[in-house]
């Protein structure tokens, strides 16, 4: 069986010195730097490494498992260094997922670029693959870790070790009787074509099987009708045409002569159902599909807590690889903790803990490089400022130097608005929400109605450490300081020059009291917040009487949800035109997370997560933001966007058009085991679903654990659910070991909204608890909603 991968393996000179292995210096830290032995494995999937040239060998990562190459001069690790290692010759290898960055510095820059390149080439090779190459690919891998004595050929007994390292427990007549029929050569082994013929038997689909023959009258093929029978009966597409129909044959009909004849196969009966088409996920829903063109405040964001950090909210480290990671994902709403630095620069860092520091200029680059790679739609740098005057200065400086054009100055068209803008009319602008000075704000700031409430972990803190001297005391007696005077909120900077001729008589007056000891507010800084002014909350009642459209208050998890409790109508009516940002309490020291859903609920927009931390909470937030192109916006349902909307989250009462979900768990393939190390080992999959939405819909149920069998389990149970509200429903499928002794082993998962599910015959394919793909692994299902919640079926 011929490698996808061979053609490059044996001609491409970078992978060919690749596989001759190279040593390299493993960088950790700037402490932690060993000298490795790294080699490409044959099969072109797989690095290893070794302490020696010619020492024991260990795997260090897969090429599936890489995103992206990076060169020496990106790495914060490798720029640490710079003045000890070579910047030219060092790279990163970026994986997929929470994986921390493997930091590499090559002998040479040759070296370093041959290393670049070979393993580019070879993660855009497996980035390029279709659903067959991939299994292919997926095969070899197989047959390279069964092939023990590495002879290209597989004995028996070679076989029956695969199997439970396939997560198959197989009576051993009936699997030597599948080998003896693959055997066509009756040489005793398996080789190529031999054993892909061998996989075949082992993974035939009963079910799918006899779901084809249900629809085919020879049992043999499905004619374009009868293929666009199965489209509008089963899959519930009642609007498919001939045309598309057809167009799905000529998509996944393996043979020339099917496609011709307009009929589909088995085979591509099975390649449809395993496609995108045949996912549970609407493709439809996948692009950008929404309105882009409403106001901010009718859309969920998705935001980030306490960015910089990429481990605990104590002691963890703070980076730039967390906004590298949260913008990549689709994160358009990023927060910065600034505090005083040396040498005049300001810090980024969770202030009153031992988290590490890094400099705000690097995390406006950081910005300023990955905000729209992967959407174009606007970023939000939700700013913490406890600065100095001079250091917010330099804040308003690297931010208009460093973003350019990027960031949002002033109001579109420079006209005063009514409202927010929508995401459409912010494409690719960089905006700052902060702290504002207003018309009726001069430098006697009043704190109480700018400052966003502390966190619980800061309160708490706060009077642990004995606050120093502000340096602005000294700075407001500089004579040379003139008296600002206004600061409209949607000006150019220019508005906030205008000064008084007098020079400021009495510093000591305008300073905060030293029980709320905080910076002025600096005008260049505050010049910079044009939509998104921070104010207090107070109550429901005194935002509509004293807030305006362009204001955002933030909110505590433990007080969004006890608002939700006690006016959860006034919150939604609050979140039709304003926004509200909610960020995790102070007491997750470990950097976990709240559910969302219920802050959603209540149309809260920015609902803020510790994005490094994985989960159920970051699962559901991952599949909500799935749709719409992964852009970051997702327009909320519009019982969340009128303004005399009566919804309440606790209480949803009809117009909502209530619905049934059946879900038959049919059965599922190929699961990963949970702990590889245990050859012997197979898993006892059991499938849980879970629904997450208004309180009255979140339920969940689960089938029975199947026994010894991770590779095709059957479990043909029908799970039944009543969703008053499935416009804010989020179903999670996943698939657990059962241990009757312990907690369930996690195995694999998936999310999605429900308003993106698609009914029928339909695969789930799993994630990781990272979010990375485990495919092949997945579980099979058949999705029908009834409308009311009345009927139930078997």
């Known amino acids: 069986m011929a490698s996808l991968l061979q053609d490059q393996l044996t001609t491409d000179q970078d992978l060919l010195l690749m596989q001759e292995g190279m040593p390299m210096h493993k960088v950790r830290s700037k402490s932690w730097k060993k000298l490795r032995y790294f080699r490409l494995q044959n099969d072109g999937m797989t690095v290893w490494h070794a302490r020696q040239a010619r020492g024991s060998a260990k795997p260090s990562f897969s090429i599936s498992d890489v995103e992206t190459i990076r060169n020496g001069h990106d790495s914060e690790l490798l720029r640490s260094l710079a003045e000890e290692l070579p910047l030219e010759q060092g790279f990163t290898v970026v994986f997929h997922g929470r994986r921390s960055n493997l930091d590499l510095v090559a002998n040479s820059v040759e070296e370093a670029l041959i290393w670049m390149r070979g393993l580019q080439l070879l993660v855009d090779l497996v980035t390029s693959m279709d659903h067959q190459e991939r299994l292919d690919q997926w095969l070899s891998d197989w047959f390279q870790r069964g092939d023990k004595n590495q002879d290209g050929k597989m004995s028996f007994q070679e076989v029956q070790r695969l199997l439970h390292l396939m997560n198959v427990e197989m009576d051993q007549e009936y699997a030597f009787s599948l080998f003896q029929a693959a055997d066509t050569s009756q040489s005793g082994t398996l080789e190529g074509e031999e054993f892909v013929q061998f996989y075949k038997a082992l993974t035939k689909r009963a079910e799918v099987q006899e779901l084809f023959e249900s629809f085919s009258a020879d049992g043999q093929k499905l004619t374009l009708l009868e293929f666009l029978d199965f489209l509008r009966e089963k899959q519930k597409e009642r609007d498919c045409t001939s045309e598309l129909a057809l167009e799905l044959i000529d998509r996944y009909e393996p043979s020339d002569s099917g496609k011709l004849r307009h009929v589909l196969s088995m085979d591509g009966f099975l390649s449809y159902l395993c496609s995108k088409d045949g996912d549970i996920f609407n493709p439809a829903c996948l692009p950008i599909y929404q309105d882009m063109t409403q106001p901010l405040n009718h859309y969920f964001i998705c935001s980030s807590h306490n960015t910089y950090l990429v481990g605990d909210q104590l002691c963890g480290q703070s980076s730039v690889e967390g906004y590298i990671r949260a913008l990549k ?24 803990t031992l988290t590490s520091r890094i400099l705000f200029k690097d995390v406006v680059a950081t910005v300023a490089q990955y905000a729209f790679q992967t959407s174009d739609y606007p970023v939000i740098l939700s700013l913490e400022t406890h600065c100095s005057w001079e250091q917010q200065q330099t804040m308003a400086r690297h931010l208009t130097e460093i973003l350019g054009e990027q960031l949002l100055s002033t109001t579109l068209d420079g006209v005063l608005p009514t409202q927010l803008p929508s995401p459409e009319e912010l494409r690719r602008k960089i905006l700052v929400k ?49 008296k600002v005077v206004t600061c409209p909120l949607f000006c150019p900077s220019i508005c906030c020059q205008i000064v008084a001729q007098a020079p400021i008589s009495k510093p000591e007056s305008l300073l905060l009291s030293r029980q709320k000891s905080k910076p002025i507010l ?40 006890r608002l939700i409790k006690e006016a959860g109508n006034e919150f939604v009516q609050h979140n039709t035109w304003q926004l509200s940002r909610v960020y995790p309490s102070g007491l997750r020291t470990d950097s976990s997370n709240y559910n969302p859903q219920e802050l959603w609920n209540a149309g809260c927009q920015m609902v803020a997560m510790n994005m490094q931390t994985a989960g159920l909470e970051m699962d559901i937030c991952d599949g909500h933001f799935r749709q719409n192109g992964g852009c970051g916006y997702v327009l909320k349902p519009d019982f969340l966007r009128d303004i005399q909307s009566s919804f309440h989250p606790e209480k949803p009462i009809s117009p909502f058009k209530a619905q049934t979900l059946l879900i038959q768990v049919i059965s599922g393939q190929q699961l990963p085991k949970v702990d590889k190390t245990k050859e012997g080992s197979i898993v006892d999959p059991l499938v849980k679903v879970q629904i997450f939405g208004v309180r009255l819909d979140t339920a969940r149920q689960e089938t029975n654990y199947v026994e010894n069998n991770g590779f095709n389990p059957y479990w043909g149970q029908t799970l039944c659910f009543r969703v008053l509200v499935p416009e804010l429903a989020m179903l999670r499928f996943v698939v657990m070991d059962y241990d009757w002794k312990s907690r369930n082993d996690f195995i694999g998962q998936y999310t999605l909204p429900w308003t993106c599910m698609q009914q029928g015959y339909r695969h789930i394919h799993l994630l990781s608890k990272d979010g990375i793909s485990l495919r092949p692994a997945s579980i099979f299902v058949y999705i029908c909603i009834q409308e009311g919640l009345e009927g139930d079926e078997s």
Do not use: M
């Not at 300001?346 to 202030?351: E, M, T």
């Not at 704000?441 to 400052?451: G, H, K, N, S, V």
């Open 329 to 352: 994902r689709g994160c358009r709403c990023v927060e910065v903790d600034v505090w005083d630095g040396p040498s005049g620069e300001p810090v980024v860092y969770h202030g009153h």
């Open 434 to 482: 902060g702290k504002k000075l207003t018309l009726e704000e001069d430098l006697e700031y009043e704190e109480e109605e700018a400052e966003p409430e502390l966190e619980e972990s800061e309160l708490a803190l706060e009077s642990q450490f004995e606050t120093e001297p502000e340096p602005q005391e000294q700075n407001l007696q500089n004579k040379d300081k003139k």
């Open 522 to 561: 600096c005008p260049a800084l505050s010049s910079l917040v044009i939509y998104l002014k921070s104010v207090s909350f107070r109550s429901f009642t005194h935002s509509k009487e004293h807030y305006h459209f362009y204001e955002i208050s933030s909110f505590s998890e433990t007080k969004a949800k």
